[in-house]
């Protein structure tokens, strides 16, 4: 098995202290004791915490691309109800939350690019969402009264409050009870 380079290193331990402690959380102090390393050596791969970010909001994207590969082959609802899934699986590793809401926080200090980079990964993962609702809606699973793009919307703002929920009473099954009652509310009833 490769080793992890030092630029991985730096970059999986400055997602996770982002993920724990938000952007004005840490610093590359933090970051280099962590990993063992001398502080001057992250300015190597990372000349600033901007790049560092952007790094990370890459990898986070990158990483949301191939998650979709891997469950494409389930059914629209059970990939909406993986998406809480990936959030719990956060939160069950020390109250950690999404990268993108991590960021939220501080956005007025953040820098234009890493807020314009925030709004693209958001817009991803709302197209990805809508045309899961729409390819729902097309076989009959989920609800069709409802615009996608508006269930996309309530399904993003449920996953994002739930996180902080889950934070701040420290229990991640708020997320999955939350993923289960979207499920709920998005199905289609039969009944209907």
């Given at each position: 098995?490769?080793?992890?380079?030092?630029?991985?290193?730096?970059?999986?331990?400055?997602?996770?202290?982002?993920?724990r402690h938000g952007y004005n959380g840490f610093s590359f102090q933090d970051i280099a004791n962590a990993i063992n390393i001398k502080k001057p050596s992250l300015y190597d791969h990372y000349k600033t915490?901007?790049?560092?970010?952007?790094a990370i909001l890459h990898y986070y994207s990158k990483s949301f691309d191939?998650?979709?590969?891997?469950?494409m082959h389930l059914?629209?609802?059970?990939?909406?109800?993986?998406?809480?899934?990936?959030?719990?699986?956060?939160?069950?590793?020390k109250r950690k939350v999404c990268p993108v809401l991590a960021l939220t926080a501080d956005t007025q200090i953040l820098t234009p690019h890493i807020q314009t980079e925030m709004k693209l990964f958001i817009s991803k993962w709302m197209t990805?969402?809508?045309?899961?609702?729409a390819?729902?809606?097309?076989?009959?699973t989920i609800r069709t009264d409802i615009k996608p793009k508006i269930l996309a919307s309530l399904i993003y703002n449920q996953v994002m409050g739930s996180q902080f929920q889950a934070r701040?009473?420290?229990?991640?099954?708020?997320?999955?009870?939350?993923?289960?009652?979207?499920?709920?509310?998005?199905q289609l009833s039969f009944n209907d």
């Open positions: 098995m490769k080793a992890h380079s030092t630029k991985d290193k730096i970059l999986k331990e400055g997602r996770s202290l982002l993920q915490k901007e790049d560092l970010i952007l191939e998650w979709t590969c891997e469950v059914n629209p609802l059970e990939q909406i109800r993986k998406v809480f899934d990936i959030f719990y699986s956060f939160s069950c590793d990805w969402l809508e045309s899961q609702i390819a729902g809606q097309k076989i009959k701040i009473l420290n229990d991640p099954n708020v997320i999955t009870k939350s993923g289960d009652s979207m499920i709920t509310f998005i």
